[in-house]
């Protein structure tokens, strides 16, 4: 099982990155797909979920700035992270959960001026 994360860079506040974790290895479409983030020092938190049949959910502190959304048939979830603030710095994971979870590598994103 591979879940590959791409799309990280710096930005500056009020920028916009989409990030992509392309998974292989697992029924995809089947899966609840994740983004979290960790900051330094910091925990490793949820960002955003989507379900198999696309239903989302998301952090407060995103809400109304991310999107997540999902291509089963290219076995890919994104996240449109919009308006970025220096607090959105962190690392940022995808994460594959139906009878176990797997993770991403990770992608960094840092927001500053």
């Known amino acids: 099982v591979q879940l590959q994360a791409s799309g990280g860079g710096l930005v500056q506040p009020g920028e916009s990155l989409r990030l992509s974790c392309a998974a292989s290895g697992i029924s995809f479409s089947i899966y609840l797909m994740g983004w979290y983030r960790q900051a330094p020092g910091n925990q490793r938190e949820l960002v955003a979920t989507?379900?198999?049949?696309?239903?989302?959910n998301y952090a407060e502190s995103v809400k109304g700035r991310v999107t997540i959304s999902r291509d089963n048939a290219k076995n890919t979830v994104y996240l449109q992270m919009n308006n970025l603030e220096p607090d959105d710095t962190a690392v940022y994971y995808c994460?594959?959960?139906?009878?176990?979870?797997?993770w991403g590598q990770g992608t960094q994103v840092t927001v500053s001026s």
């Open positions: 989507i379900k198999s049949v696309g239903f989302a």
């Open positions: 994460k594959a959960v139906l009878n176990r979870e797997y």
